[in-house]
């Protein structure tokens, strides 16, 4: 998130949710963002295919079918620009590339993106009005935004339209993405990502590399690797042999589970370290046992950026450890078997005493990271970057100039997702969570009362699809895509838009993911959960 909950809680004028059910997955920030509307008269833009609940509260709803989401961007800042309701001064003074997007948006008349999205042009027009007349506006967007094959593009044209705006830099404002799970922002600052050492330092760039061969007395790989999807599909090939799945659950979140099941299957050596049983531990060749978030101490970053202390309440249990104590035990062994390090190495071993001593390799090598310590986050924690030990981390990002110096506006084109309803498979599925589970439910369903509110996978359908294939509300319905089939009860309700039918992805007997496409965005490699084309009929 370029800004803080809390600003954006207290200061922003407008909200524009896009690609999130932010009352069910972010139930917090959520709350916070109906007293601002009932307490304070702030605006609320909701796009959404579905009337998630927050929608309730909205000023507009904008309901775009699924995958149009640049069209209607596009749309709305057709609108800002012809209209002449844009910031001109921070398009002057703070970016670039702004003839080159006006161009592209001209074409994104509000009927043209009628046409795509459903929208009516009128709505788009509104929205554009109320975004332009309530200053500052924050944009929020989870994967709704993100699990498409034009995930970086749709992520590119929310950046574009709050710069149009001058929302950027401002509290109150910002590009704000809603992370999905307590630790995702930390996995990512830490070098999770195939192209990153931690930090954000590119793989590729010399001096970075030259950096960690310093400190480790080895050098660290310099090439570019691959993602998950990429991982099971080149396990299959048999060009990955070996794999080591840590708190994840590819045998039910990767898409296309049928063949990631099949991959998993063909791996020749199959490493997972859980805390609790799952789909993917029945493939394993080992399990390893790892603590829960209330067994262990270390830090979490959370979606704000904000790193923050861990405290073990429980000792681990049974034969289960912490993460950071198996991962530096395997590192011990390994090293063993390869080259001695350098001898002058400044971090040349995995013995490590406490987590803490590995946040104190993490500030010596990770700029963003310099200044945290155990001691300056004890209390309320800190947002970085946060380079120096007497700096009070940035709570803003971009404040002044952006971090490139000119923020690039990028000109964009809508592209459809990659599998479009035909005479076979007529109807549009998309994905998501509910409020009582989460994930792969491998915790939530082992909780009698959440499971006893919310028990099994429910099939949403727009009445009037409904009535076309003779289906009524609780009836079991088969839902058939080109990679798989399920059997659901369904719910009929307008919460969809026509033509589009929704599911959740928590439940192992009726797993969404057996009919997800496992078509990657080509620069982010995301999977397009939010798309796929389906046939519903009476089970």
Not at 76 to 101: C, H, P, S
Not at 147 to 160: D, F, K, R
Request: aromatic share 6%; with cysteine.
């Amino acid at each position: 998130m370029t800004n803080s909950l809390d600003d954006i809680a207290r200061d922003a004028q407008c909200y524009f949710i896009i690609g999130s059910n932010t009352t069910e997955n972010h139930p917090v920030l959520g709350m916070r963002i109906r007293q601002a509307v009932k307490q304070r008269g702030a605006k609320l833009i909701v796009a959404d295919p579905r009337r998630i609940p927050i929608s309730s509260f909205a000023t507009l709803h904008l309901r775009q079918r699924p995958g149009t989401d640049i069209a209607l961007l596009n749309g709305l800042m057709n609108v800002l620009i012809a209209e002449g309701l844009y910031d001109k001064q921070f398009v002057a003074e703070r970016t670039e590339g702004f003839e080159e997007l006006s161009a592209q948006v001209a074409k994104y008349t509000p009927e043209v993106v009628e046409d795509i999205t459903g929208v009516p042009a009128d709505d788009i027009r509104e929205a554009a009005r109320i975004m332009a007349a309530s200053h500052p506006g924050a944009l929020l967007y989870a994967m709704g935004i993100t699990q498409h094959t034009t995930g970086h593009q749709n992520v590119l044209s929310c950046a574009n339209l709050q710069m149009l705006l001058g929302n950027m830099g401002v509290p109150g404002g910002g590009v704000n993405p809603l992370r999905g799970q307590n630790n995702v922002q930390g996995a990512c600052d830490m070098g999770c990502l195939v192209n990153f050492y931690p930090g954000y330092q590119r793989v590729t760039d010399e001096a970075a590399q030259a950096k960690f061969h310093e400190a480790w007395g080895r050098g660290p790989s310099t090439q570019i690797g691959i993602t998950v999807v990429e991982m099971l599909n080149a396990a299959e090939r048999g060009d990955v042999r070996g794999l080591f799945v840590l708190g994840e659950n590819p045998a039910m979140t990767d898409p296309d589970i049928n063949h990631a099941r099949k991959a998993l299957a063909s791996t020749e050596f199959l490493v997972v370290q859980e805390i609790l049983p799952s789909e993917t531990t029945e493939y394993a060749d080992v399990i390893l046992p790892g603590a829960s978030f209330a067994e262990k101490e270390g830090t979490f970053t959370n979606t704000e950026r904000r790193v923050q202390r861990v405290r073990a309440a429980l000792q681990p249990v049974g034969n289960s450890r912490p993460d950071w104590a198996i991962l530096a035990d395997l590192g011990r062994r390994i090293q063993q078997r390869l080259a001695p390090v350098a001898p002058n190495a400044v971090f040349s071993g995995w013995d490590y005493a406490s987590p803490e001593e590995v946040m104190q390799e993490i500030a010596a090598l990770t700029p963003s990271y310099g200044g945290i310590t155990y001691p300056r986050i004890d209390s309320a924690g800190l947002q970085w970057p946060c380079p120096t030990v007497d700096h009070p981390g940035t709570p803003i990002l971009h404040r002044g100039t952006f971090s490139r110096g000119l923020g690039r506006l990028s000109a964009v084109e809508w592209l459809p997702p990659a599998e479009q309803p035909d005479d076979e498979y007529p109807l549009v599925l998309t994905t998501g969570r509910v409020l009582y589970h989460f994930h792969g439910g491998s915790m939530t369903r082992r909780s009698p009362g959440l499971d006893e509110i919310y028990p099994e996978a429910l099939v949403e359908l727009n009445p009037l699809d409904a009535r076309s294939m003779n289906i009524a509300d609780g009836d079991m319905v088969k839902v058939t895509s080109r990679r798989g089939q399920i059997t659901a009860k369904a719910h009929v309700v307008e919460r969809t838009v026509p033509g589009v039918v929704f599911t959740s992805f928590h439940f192992s007997e009726a797993a969404a993911n057996l009919l997800t496409i496992a078509a990657l965005d080509p620069v982010a490699k995301i999977p397009e959960y939010k798309a796929c084309a389906v046939r519903v009929e009476l089970a």
